[in-house]
């Protein structure tokens, strides 16, 4: 397990000194926080609302994707963004999949939710109800968002990501080519056809050349689309033909830090095709684990001093200076599944001593806490950043730098069944 999926993240302190007055600043300035309410208190609305005033992007971190708290937290805030005209919600998920939620938030219609790949389905079989907890934890959430969707007309969500179980887009291809019945798309047609038959590698070496098929047709194929929906019906196709690329490069035991960095840049072009899709100056707000949504890389290293990343929270903040406010959520305590679980099952897990989380556990175990990364502390610090799976791999550089916000969750809970009393 590399560096793309590794979890649970913790901020370490070089003594115990350092960690205990950075703790006292926080304790300080810390707003508590319900994270089972629905909505921010007016308190943390005076805190965010100043500092995203002139922002295009609101990045949500998470530090890991299998605790059931994610979803309260990210509902508090995308309830307030929406208020605040932030209307495109982008979410670490693949582009097809996420094109699914969408149509589901549109129409109430769950049988959409049923054609993620993210949640099981297989292109060819018949649509099922996943019994899997993180599924269900999902679906809850969505629910939730559709309401939001109900009172934000305008609210559309969507996935940066790569497909990581591709499939989705085969339903969107077979509607292209129910729609558009012309001569000259039957060697595309038929290239994508053979594709299914295939598994694997196979599949990628015919998906490819279905890709070249289609370059050979767009200039004639654009002159029955619109622009617009010719840039979507390739970012559907690229996306595609890299989401099979990445699951073959991950299906070996020897994947390399290469193989994560280009996955990174496919979200570029990701993003790319959307902002040519989306109205100028739409207000974006992205989901995804913290690594992803950092905010610079220019002192995330590893130990040989080596630039490990670049990453899509980076990308737009270079594109788009001064943009971008970022959130990252921490945790605590609790139990989690799926990362750094053996069989993904679910496990317990505690900060470690020296780390700003063991801290901040001191100063509040129930109420989450929302506070700024620019106090003096922590600004002035230099933490290292560790990512645990199996052990550890360091990364320099102040928090300061790569986040604007913190949400500090003291416990966590696993997805599933047990939380739904909790949450609904």
Known sequence: MKLLFLSLMFLSFSSWSHASSVAKEIQENAIASDI???SLSQEEKNFLDPKIKDKRF?????????FEEKFSYRLKFIEHLLSQGFTHILDEMGVSDGEMVQNYLETGDEDYLKKLGLYGFKYGQALTESDRNFVRSSKRYLRKLRLLKLK?????Y?????????GTAYLQLDDFFKKYKFAFLNEFENSVNLSKSFSGGERLERLRKAYKDFLKVKYRLSRYLEEKELIHFQLILRNFVAS?????????SNYSKEDLVWREEQMFKNMLARFQLDPAQQKYVLLGHNGHLTKTVDQYLDLNGVQQWYAIGTWINDHFPKQA???WSLIGQGEHSGHGCENKETCYFSSPES???YELLKIETERSLLFSTQLPSLKNSKELIKFFDSGSVIYQGPLSLQADAIYFIP????VGPLSEKKND
Not at 247 to 252: D, G, I, L, P, Q
């Open 36 to 38: 089972y309410s629905a």
């Open 58 to 66: 609101v990045f949500l971190g998470e530090p890991d994707h299998y």
């Open 152 to 156: 934000h007309p305008k609210l559309i």
């Open 158 to 166: 969507g996935g940066f990501d790569l497909d990581i179980y591709p």
């Open 244 to 252: 099979v690329e990445i699951r073959e490069r991950f299906s070996t």
């Open 325 to 327: 406010f970022g959130v």
């Open 355 to 357: 780390t700003l989380e």
């Open 411 to 414: 416990r966590v809970s696993d």
